[in-house]
């Protein structure tokens, strides 16, 4: 009796420690409803990439940049590129948003045509992103009828967005685990933003310990040309910026305030300074 006491015991905490563990392995799906949950690279690499991809260096915003290709595009980070716009880039007289990679204005507003494919889970992620855009800026979403160039919402790996507006479809690309948060930041690649912590003036705020990121991946962190952006402040608040430990290979900081402390990553809203980015491209 007693011996039967004790197994029925030890099955009831065999089975909690086995639905302990099942939750352990289910936490990707929690981070779906977390603003806060894309505190790693996880959210900074644009598909799982096998490692196979064909490298390709190019210089880009005047530095040399190795960039993965996958069809015909060239993969930094989250950031879908192509070839004709890596080149571009080193020609920019100012600004990293050129007129023809704008969303168009109609009266005061931008329009930004979309889809949102009908098997993509949480749905409300992207809903929530675009009206934090559409209470914070002169962008505007409509769904899309018949225009050419327009966001298509899909599910996949990682997060991920082309850069501006590419006169044709573009995927913003969402795993389950990407937040209302990391779609905020699609967007801002999708209108023409991209990372701040590769702003030129980044290295008089932050220093980024090159020694601990992963191989393959320091392109990544490689400063913009100065041409290249208009703002001279650089802002570690931005929704465009990297956190403490993308792409770390050891565990240890990539990326470190001057006084050597770590850094939340922003994942929640527009800051004001990229308002202020926003506003000088899309008034
Ligand atoms: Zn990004």
């Given at each position: ?81 192509s070839p004709e716009q890596v080149d571009e ?195």
């Amino acid at each position: 009796m007693k011996t039967s006491k004790f197994l029925g015991l030890s099955a009831l905490t065999l089975s909690v420690l086995m639905f302990t563990n099942c939750q352990t392995e289910d936490e990707p799906l929690a981070t779906e409803v977390n603003p806060e949950a894309f505190t790693s690279e996880a959210s900074a690499e644009v598909y799982p990439l096998t490692g196979n991809e064909k490298k390709i260096t190019k210089m880009f915003f005047g530095e040399e940049t190795e960039f993965d290709q996958v069809n015909d595009n060239l993969i930094l980070g989250d950031m879908i590129l192509s070839p004709e716009q890596v080149d571009e880039s080193n020609n920019l007289a100012k600004g990293v948003i050129r007129k023809n990679r704008h969303w168009p204005k109609s009266g005061s507003y931008y329009y930004i045509p979309y889809t949102v494919d009908s098997n993509l889970p949480n749905k409300g992620r992207v809903t929530s992103a675009i009206n934090h855009w559409q209470s914070k800026t002169k962008i505007r979403f409509i769904k899309r009828t018949n225009q050419r160039a327009y966001i298509r919402f899909r599910s996949g790996s990682g997060c991920s967005s082309s850069v501006g507006r590419t006169g044709s479809r573009q995927n913003i690309t969402l795993a389950s685990g990407c937040s209302t948060g990391n779609t905020i930041h699609e967007i801002g690649h999708a209108i023409g933003m991209y990372h701040e912590q590769q702003h030129p003036k980044r290295d008089s705020y932050v220093t980024v310990n090159f020694n601990n990121i992963k191989s393959g991946k320091s392109s990544n962190f490689k400063k913009r040309s100065s041409s290249s952006v208009r703002t001279s402040t650089f802002d570690i608040g931005s929704i465009m910026m990297y956190g403490s430990y993308f792409f770390s290979k050891n565990g240890k900081p990539t990326i470190v305030r001057k006084n050597g402390s770590t850094f939340n990553v922003q994942r929640s809203k527009l800051s004001s300074r990229d308002l202020s980015v926003i506003k000088r491209y899309y008034k």
